[in-house]
Structures are given as structure tokens and as C-alpha cells.
């Protein structure tokens, strides 16, 4: 299986950490967050940080962008304190939000709070007025989109001319175990029910999962890693939770939260239908790049499944 990450261990991190600060720094410790960054929290004068390592800084710049538009008590976003450059790569530094991951409660009353406090946080962001203006698709570093609507965007994710980690990724049909014929009649299917989406767009984080929703046990203290972040449909996160972790039923949580402040979410089930066929058939050309043939019968499997629903 193939990894797309920079080669780096605690050690080095620390190094390049002391030449940053004249201060030495402490503490420092590996985070697994994401697939083309590396992650490492420290300490430094008393204070907690993050810090990403990674080969462009698009993705920094717009984190720093989302944090000074969106960031208040009702979405807890950790503020990018600094970005800049080494040999070889880019780095960015956040302040560390209090607690843990989500993902790493195990005391099931706390996670149902969690949960349901998240739910809230989650409506808010659903709810926040966006400019029509400002179009559909992933959010680039000078805050321009790409698309005049959601399903030009979904059309536009899969598009092999793209630049990146899917660069004329179709060539994996031919060049891998990817599956066209599946990979097709997933991808209609999830563009019919694409008809349901909204005219609207709406803040999207894009990578939402509990591995990325922070809490100190009490509360959501932030919610991190916003470099997938777009404008579009926010259903498109519940299903990305959904996709890993059907029984916690989040989206129903977040429907719920929706109906106590007097409105539905239109059109919930053939929405939430919709990414999840996305997040299936996206995963089918993921793992076929990475070779990684057991994941792949696994979301195969799960695409089949979707399309007989």
C-alpha cells in the first residue's frame, strides 16, 4: 500500500521546531490526521500547538481563511497562528484546541453528549448565510470557487484533467483493479439524486469525522482540518460521518436539531443517499491508487449495496 505523506518521525520534527523558535520546544508527538500531511502537536513558553508538514501551502492559507471568517463560540475553529516555508516544504502552526478527538471518548455517556452538542454546532454551520455569489466548489486560498452550481462541482471531483493527488486517475482502469462498469453506474446514480441538492450554497468542511471534531469531554473544543473545506451542500458532511459510522446516527441528530429550531432539512434521505454513493465510488478510485485491494473489496462491497437501496 502506498503512502503519499512526507517521510518524518518525531525526531526530525523536533529539529525543524527548535530552528523555528529560539526557545526550545517540548512535548512534541505524532498526530495521524489526514493523507498528504504530517501532523505533530507540541509545546512551546507553556503553550499548546499544532503543526502540519506538507509539500504546498494552498491548503494553510486557506485554513487561515476559514478560521477569520467562520471561527466563533458556535464553530470552535483553532486559530493559524503561522505559515511559512523550509527546504522542501511548508508548515503551518495552530493553536491546539483543548481535549481529544471524538473518536477517542470510549466512555459512552460522555460520546452521546458529544454527539448531540456537536449536532448543534453542526446545524449552526449549516445555517450560516452564504453569498449566492460566491459560487459552488472547494474554496481556494484567495477564497474563489470553481463551479456555478453543486452539480457542476460533483461532475468537477471526478474530473481526470484535475491537477493533484486524482491527476488522469482513470488511466486505474486500465492501470489497476478499478472497476469502470461499477464505477459508472455508481456515478449516475449518485448524479440523478444530485438533483435534490439545493440552489444554494452552504459551508462544507469536507472532511468530517470524528477524528477532526475536538472535545475536552464537557464540550466540542474545535473542529479541525478544514483544507477540504468548500461551498456546497452540507449533507455532504453528514454522509462522510455517516459512511464510517452509521450507528451513531448523526445525521438524524442533526435533522432533530433542525426540527427543535422550527425547520427540515428538504429532501434529507435522497441527499444523504446521494454523498454516500460519493464517498463509496470516490473511495473505489482512492484505494485502487493506493493498491490497497482489501479496502477496496470493502467499499466495493458498499457501493453494490447502495445501488441496490
Not at 454522509?239 to 427540515?264: T, Y
Amino acid at each position: 500500500m502506498q503512502s503519499f505523506k512526507l517521510h518524518m518521525d518525531v525526531y526530525e520534527a523536533t529539529s525543524k521546531l527548535n530552528d523555528l523558535f529560539k526557545e526550545p520546544v517540548s512535548n512534541v508527538a505524532a498526530i495521524e490526521m489526514g493523507e498528504l500531511s504530517r501532523v505533530f502537536s507540541f509545546s512551546h513558553l507553556q503553550k499548546e500547538y499544532v503543526i502540519h508538514f506538507k509539500n504546498d501551502r494552498e491548503s494553510f492559507d486557506k485554513a487561515k481563511y476559514i478560521y477569520e471568517k467562520y471561527s466563533s463560540p458556535s464553530l470552535p475553529i483553532p486559530k493559524v497562528v503561522k505559515i511559512g516555508s523550509l527546504p522542501d516544504m511548508y508548515y503551518a502552526i495552530s493553536e491546539k484546541a483543548a481535549g481529544k478527538p471524538t473518536s477517542d471518548w470510549d466512555e459512552e455517556n460522555k460520546v452521546e453528549a458529544i454527539l448531540n452538542q456537536l449536532a448543534i454546532h453542526f446545524t449552526y454551520m449549516s445555517q450560516i448565510p452564504i453569498d449566492p455569489a460566491v459560487g459552488f466548489g472547494t474554496i481556494t486560498a484567495n477564497q474563489e470557487t470553481g463551479q456555478r452550481n453543486w452539480q457542476e462541482t460533483l461532475v468537477h471531483f471526478f474530473d481526470p484533467a484535475q491537477e493533484g493527488f486524482h491527476h488522469n486517475w482513470t488511466r486505474l482502469y486500465a492501470d489497476s483493479f478499478l472497476e469502470e462498469t461499477l464505477f459508472t453506474e455508481g456515478f449516475d446514480k449518485m448524479m440523478a439524486l444530485a438533483d435534490y441538492s439545493p440552489s444554494e450554497p452552504h459551508l462544507v468542511h469536507g472532511d468530517f469525522h470524528l477524528g477532526n471534531m475536538l472535545s475536552d469531554g464537557q464540550r466540542v473544543t474545535g473542529i479541525v482540518d478544514w483544507e477540504m473545506a468548500m461551498y456546497g451542500d452540507f449533507m455532504f458532511d453528514l454522509a462522510g460521518l455517516h459512511f464510517w459510522a452509521p450507528q451513531l446516527e448523526f445525521p438524524q441528530r442533526v435533522r432533530k436539531s433542525w426540527i427543535e429550531g422550527g425547520k427540515d432539512i428538504p429532501y434529507f434521505e435522497e441527499r444523504l443517499h446521494c454523498y454516500l454513493l460519493f464517498k463509496g465510488i470516490d473511495g473505489l478510485r482512492f484505494y485502487a491508487k493506493k493498491n490497497d485491494k482489501d479496502a477496496y473489496d470493502y467499499m466495493r462491497g458498499r457501493v453494490i449495496d447502495l445501488l441496490k437501496e
